[in-house]
């Protein structure tokens, strides 16, 4: 019995600390101490296979291109990807729980907190224009704000599956909104817009309060009009609608950089074959890249920048295969998202989906982590199906 607290508990501390990942390597800690708790208490009965495996899969692509295709004599890449395997395979053996998401909530608040306590001194409480708010978690500000959405997600997957918005539900989902003006960051602001449309879409089909569906909008509309007039934010939206993605020449800004990491991501993929090229071979061909069109002085050649493209980079380094098996994880989260009518599984298929246009997030542990626990996780919810006590608080 007391094994089994345990387990429950470094699993709630797991998720707690993926925004806190690296302060003092927190999270790798808890991911020790979740496995081995796991490990002692696992039984054959419990084990469960859901489409995790596919993880597992992608994983051992990347001990292969290490072995084979980079043949460097440094395994980092082997043991930094390694909770794409460890996390699904401990997965196996646990069940799923509504509240481990509900605290993963409370986790972002408090981190969002932190951040703005931080912000409102630094910047003497000119907080919407202060540039690094994160600084404090040493957490990038695009991890927090897809943190934030995935948080929005679930408290909307609540109110759709209760039709009741409860006191948690009006404090929490203002204040993540707010949290995103002082961020300002343009694909978490984009992917909160699209997972609160399709709420306000999936609610009205249900014919839930009208009432609320009705005040829900009209505070949405306020929300998105008070972050939309703040500075920083409407000059980010403003380079976007005057950005030239056809004949750039100058990349000097967030956007037009992107372009670059995607030109020269599309320009070598073409010859990227079944395998990639491996993650050092990759980098090397993007640094020559980013010298060809920029300078040896650019920012782009000297912090060797990456596709900034989930899908991009997996070409790269892991080839044809690599993409096919993302694309295969992607399908699987939309398929049982579509086949259970879970909401939940669709909101975070969006959210990966736009982030992975816009980030090569499984390059950092916090993406690593947040992508190889909640993929297993949210699998775990219907893997469950057929228990009654799956659903258990």
Known sequence: MWLERLKNVSLLFLVITIPFARLYNINSYAIALFVITVLCSAKKKNFKLSFSWLLILYYLLICFNVVFIDQTES????TKNIPLILIPVILFFVNFKKSTLIVFVYSIAIASLISLIYTYIKSKGY???FHNPTEIIDLQINYLSIFI???LAILYNEILQTNIAKLQHYILIPFFFFILAILFNRTGIIISILITIYFVLIYFKKQGNIKFLVGFIVLFSLLMGYIFTRPI????FKELVNQDFVDETNYS????S?????????????????FGFGVDKSTMLLKDCYKSE???NSIQFINEYNSHNQFLQTIMNLGIIGFLLLISIYGCILYMGIKNKDPLLIFYFIILLIFGMTESFLIRQWGLVFYSFFTSYLFLKHTLKTNSNEFSN
Do not use: D, H
């Open 75 to 78: 395994y980092i890449n082997i």
């Open 127 to 129: 907080i919407f224009y």
């Open 149 to 151: 959405c995935f948080s």
């Open 233 to 236: 934010v409407a000059q980010k």
């Open 253 to 256: 800004n967030g956007i037009s």
């Open 258 to 274: 992107r372009l670059l990491s995607w030109q020269c991501s599309l320009e070598n993929i073409k010859s990227a074959g079944f």
């Open 294 to 296: 920029l300078s040896a």
